[in-house]
């Protein structure tokens, strides 16, 4: 089954602690994106990849860091979570690098940080 | 920069009536693609509806269509005959063509009533 896959799915963590978030598609698409969605500011875009090696700033990247070895990983580190990032995020890829294209979105990770 | 805007934060309506949804944004380009997702409960985002810019007719998708007015910036989203699964939360969303960008909206948590 195409799909892309997040994990965990829930975490709860203490500030300070590093944490990285999997992600990973069977799709083989070019473009990776992780967004971060809070009540009231809809979905904004962390970090996105435009192929393997290649990354590059979202909206909203402080305090987060990527990284794309692979076509089909795309890990979401936070080396020093705060609590203002507590949020659900989701990882997105889509074929190629127009966003005619659809973005095939994972089921969310929803993070805690104490 | 590119803006995206729901003025909408909850709507509801009765089952099997009709229910528009809208959305206007701003872009300073002329090619770019706008786009309906739905959150339903599951969290799952999922891809409604597209629209490219260049295109004048209004894209439809079985009861999903929308009415998008270029000169006006505006793109809302119209659910005929609705029915108990369509509660959600909905997501406008805009890229300009080569840009990457996904840009989204706050949301609007809709509600259909039996």
């Known amino acids: 089954e195409a799909q892309v896959t997040q994990n965990p799915r829930y975490l709860i963590t203490v500030t300070g602690k590093k944490l990285t978030v999997t992600c990973s598609q069977n799709?083989?698409?070019?473009?990776m994106s992780w967004y971060r969605q809070d009540p009231g500011l809809g979905l904004r875009q962390i970090y996105y990849s435009m192929n393997v090696e290649v990354t590059d700033k979202g909206d909203v990247p402080e305090g987060y860091k990527v990284s794309r070895k692979e076509k089909r990983n795309f890990p979401l580190i936070l080396e020093s979570p705060s609590p203002n990032q507590t949020s659900l995020y989701f990882c997105?890829?889509?074929?190629?690098?127009?966003?005619?294209?659809?973005?095939?979105f994972g089921p969310g990770t929803r993070l805690t940080v104490l | 920069a590119q803006t995206v805007t729901q003025s909408q934060p909850e709507m509801s309506v009765q089952e099997a009536e009709t229910v528009t949804l809208s959305c206007t944004y701003d872009t300073s380009e002329s090619n770019y693609y706008l786009f309906w997702y739905k959150q339903p409960p599951s969290r799952q985002m999922i891809l409604v509806i597209r629209?490219?810019?260049?295109?004048?007719q209004n894209a439809t998708e079985n009861r999903f269509s929308v009415n998008f007015q270029k000169a006006a910036k505006s793109f809302s989203l119209k659910i005929s005959d609705s029915q108990l699964g369509d509660t959600a939360m909905y997501f406008c969303?805009?890229?300009?063509?080569?840009?990457?960008?996904?840009?989204f909206g706050t949301g609007t948590r809709l509600t259909i009533i039996p």
């Open positions: 969303a805009l890229t300009n063509f080569g840009n990457e960008k996904l840009t």
């Open positions: 997105a890829s889509s074929p190629g690098t127009g966003l005619a294209n659809e973005q095939f």
């Open positions: 799709m083989n698409h070019e473009y």
């Open positions: 629209q490219e810019a260049y295109k004048q």
